[in-house]
């Protein structure tokens, strides 16, 4: 039985101008289920770098929170353009399980396309690939969002994201991580939320 208050360390990135932005934040939000918010993290990432997934691994293994985490989310697989987590790694490095949302279906062949302008396109594709199959589920009966996990089966992982899903169509972790980390790069808060 899940704990109604477990603790998800939801993550999203700020806006940035392409060609002239080198650094975004990455604002990380402890949420206790879809309840409240409980504490925040932030580190900055190199924009369409491949630092992500250590900066991300370091912070949480840093955090004072990290023995209450049971659970991390991403609002998409790529943070700072094309800076790409790597799901398989954060899991095996923190030993948590990690969960990445996504509103629309990502386009898998867009992506590979964009992809091949970085030299490292065949390691970034990998780690697209590694993170497993996309999968669809219901929110409140209304509202299809996709997902892909690692560490947890297809039924925890609805649970906690329909646990987590308390005011809008997306969990509350990634609802108020990016709700922060808008108004830290803008001065205020704004979009879709």
Same mark, same amino acid.
């Given at each position: 039985?899940?704990?109604?208050?477990?603790?998800?360390?939801?993550?999203?990135?700020? #806006?940035?101008?392409?060609?002239?932005?080198?650094?975004?934040?990455? @604002?990380?939000? @402890?949420?206790?289920?879809?309840?409240?918010?409980?504490? #925040?993290?932030?580190?900055?990432?190199?924009?369409?770098?491949?630092? $992500?997934?250590?900066?991300?691994?370091?912070?949480?293994?840093? /955090?004072?929170? %990290?023995?209450?985490?049971? &659970?991390?989310?991403?609002?998409?697989?790529?943070?700072?353009?094309?800076?790409? &987590?790597?799901? %398989?790694?954060?899991?095996?490095? /923190?030993?948590? =399980?990690?969960?990445?949302?996504?509103?629309?279906?990502?386009?898998?062949?867009?992506?590979?396309?964009?992809?091949?302008?970085?030299?490292?396109?065949?390691?970034?594709?990998?780690?697209?690939?590694?993170?497993?199959?996309? %999968?669809?589920?219901?929110?409140?009966?209304? %509202?299809?969002?996709?997902?892909?996990?690692?560490?947890?089966?297809?039924?925890?992982?609805?649970?906690?994201?329909?646990?987590?899903?308390?005011?809008?169509?997306?969990?509350? =972790?990634?609802?108020?991580?990016?709700?922060? &980390? /808008? $108004?830290?790069?803008?001065?205020?808060?704004?979009?879709?939320?």
């Amino acid at each position: 039985m899940l704990k109604s208050e477990i603790r998800i360390l939801g993550f999203d990135d700020g #806006a940035f101008q392409p060609h002239i932005s080198s650094e975004v934040p990455v @604002i990380g939000v @402890i949420f206790r289920g879809g309840k409240f918010l409980d504490g #925040a993290l932030r580190t900055d990432i190199t924009v369409d770098g491949m630092d $992500a997934t250590d900066k991300i691994v370091k912070l949480i293994n840093s /955090t004072r929170h %990290k023995k209450q985490l049971k &659970v991390l989310m991403f609002d998409g697989i790529t943070l700072g353009g094309f800076n790409i &987590v790597d799901i %398989k790694k954060v899991h095996e490095e /923190t030993r948590i =399980p990690v969960i990445v949302i996504n509103r629309k279906h990502p386009d898998l062949k867009k992506v590979k396309e964009a992809l091949k302008n970085f030299d490292d396109f065949e390691e970034r594709w990998k780690i697209i690939l590694n993170a497993g199959e996309i %999968k669809k589920m219901r929110i409140k009966g209304t %509202k299809d969002i996709f997902y892909q996990s690692y560490g947890l089966t297809d039924k925890q992982t609805q649970e906690i994201i329909e646990l987590s899903t308390t005011r809008s169509f997306i969990p509350e =972790p990634l609802r108020v991580a990016h709700l922060i &980390v /808008t $108004a830290v790069v803008r001065g205020e808060s704004y979009g879709r939320a």
